[in-house]
């Protein structure tokens, strides 16, 4: 009876230490008392859940063995000063990995002891070690760049730019940039390419013209790419000096279309010496014959005064500077003014250039030279490629939003393995081939937003697929009169 009373009697303080036991085994944190040199006086028994040990295995011992080197001396001074406040140190578990701990430190029941409440911090440590690790690696990419490379605020303002970037700007220092807008460095005709960038939130890619600080223009391709730093919309901009490569591109242009003027000259000559004949032979006629023959002989001279005129027009749309602004043109025709100016040199390599299309009009908005430059190649290349007798078949279908050009011919055809490097510099399948004329022919394509695709079989033929974005007939199904002079 008394001893059911005594039970009774003690059982709220039981169950309260058996909470605190099971409390301090099943808790986060890790509590435990030292002497000042370090001795565990008591280890509550989470440690065995935490680093594998038991309270009687850490007791009498002393934390700094079981300390990281690189942090034993960080710790003795942290015991030896009773510093206030958090220590982070490495501890060896049972299984000999060590995990980080943060310690608090407060006064025990004796002055000579030291209360340590840990947690494992472990994966926190981690995290921040891999972060710092990413904006060490970041910002190495960024000084070692070859590109300028910098953050924007939303309305263009720099808050960053790497080593490369103040030397494209022509500063000394980078505080003559941040803070500055990007808005100050380009050319006015770009502000509404740049702040529709900026507006659209999307990454972009777009050329602009920079004026540096010493007012010397450069011709830079840039790309906006958005992102947030610090709760703030930014965008990293990443900015390349392409000045040297448009000069030499357009130098490159200028070549190919004299080479491709040259190539011609043969079979333009040919073409034209037929007629002159002609006139040459009838105007003799017309001296020997009465003058009621004159008016037959007079027509056929006319027939052939005109077939020169077209000759020499076709000719004219090469040699004519024209303007750089894109232009609504129909395809077909401007397909059609090719195919009648190279036939002349196909009947040379007993060749016939046939168009085949399902569509009578289809216009595109490019420029109709560089067009023309593009097609003037690829069938120049496939009348080449044609070792004997047959047709370079040009192809035109619209789908989907898009213009697709096919020049299909019947000659030799190019190995698998060579077609990857098609528009490479300096590569090409002729024997005295440069490769720079179907390189800038990628390029013109690409510029009005449209692909280049080759395929090939080996003694049967090549097939060059342009894709271009179609554009409405902006003047209805009846084409002005002046159109035809653009083209």
Not at 450 to 461: A, L, N, P, R, Y
């Amino acid at each position: 009876m008394i001893k059911e009373e005594t039970q009774q009697a003690y059982a709220p303080e039981i169950n309260e230490i058996h909470d605190i036991s099971l409390a301090l085994t099943n808790a986060n944190d890790f509590l435990s008392s030292h002497f000042l040199d370090g001795t565990f006086t008591y280890a509550a028994p989470s440690c065995e859940t935490l680093l594998g040990y038991t309270s009687a295995e850490l007791h009498g011992k002393s934390i700094f063995s079981f300390c990281h080197p690189l942090d034993q001396d960080k710790l003795e001074q942290y015991f030896s000063s009773y510093q206030s406040g958090e220590i982070l140190f490495r501890f060896r578990r049972k299984e000999g990995d060590y995990l980080w701990l943060e310690s608090s430190s407060t006064r025990g029941p004796s002055q000579s002891e030291l209360v340590l409440i840990s947690r494992n911090v472990t994966q926190r440590v981690n995290r921040e070690g891999k972060l710092k690790e990413h904006q060490r690696r970041d910002r190495l990419f960024l000084e070692h760049s070859k590109d300028t490379m910098g953050i924007i605020t939303k309305n263009g303002v720099w808050t960053y730019i790497n080593v490369q970037g103040k030397k494209l700007m022509g500063a000394t220092s980078f505080d003559e940039i941040i803070g500055t807008s990007l808005y100050d460095y380009i050319d006015p005709q770009d502000y509404k390419l740049l702040k529709e960038s900026l507006d659209s939130r999307n990454s972009s890619d777009f050329e602009i013209s920079l004026i540096r600080k010493d007012n010397d223009s450069k011709r830079a391709e840039v790309q906006l790419i958005p992102t947030v730093f610090k709760n703030r919309d930014v965008s990293l901009i990443i900015i390349k000096d392409i000045t040297e490569q448009r000069k030499t591109e357009d130098q490159l242009q200028v070549a190919e279309k004299l080479s491709v003027i040259g190539q011609m000259a043969a079979g333009i000559a040919h073409e034209i010496r037929n007629p002159l004949t002609a006139i040459k032979g009838f105007t003799q006629l017309l001296s020997e014959h009465p003058a009621e023959e004159a008016e037959d002989y007079a027509e056929i001279i006319l027939d052939e005064l005109a077939r020169i005129e077209s000759i020499v027009g076709d000719l004219l749309v090469l040699a004519k500077p024209q303007a750089s602004n894109l232009s609504h043109v129909d395809l077909i025709s401007l397909v059609n003014g090719v195919v009648n100016l190279l036939n002349p040199q196909a009947t040379l390599s007993d060749a016939f250039i046939k168009i085949q299309t399902d569509t009578p009009e289809l216009y595109l908005e490019c420029e109709p030279d560089k067009i023309k430059q593009v097609l003037i190649n690829l069938i120049q290349n496939s009348l080449e490629a044609m070792t004997k007798s047959g047709e370079i078949l040009v192809d035109i279908s619209k789908d989907c939003g898009h213009a697709s050009i096919k020049v299909i011919d019947q000659g030799t055809g190019i190995p698998e393995d060579r077609l990857n490097k098609l528009g490479e510099p300096f590569y090409s399948t002729k024997e005295k081939g440069t490769g720079l004329g179907l390189m800038i022919c990628q390029k013109i394509i690409k510029n009005h937003g449209g692909k280049i695709e080759f395929t090939s079989i080996v003694d049967e033929g090549t097939t060059v697929m342009i894709t271009l974005p179609i554009k409405d007939n902006p003047f209805g199904h009846e084409e002005p009169a002046e159109f035809e002079d653009t083209l």
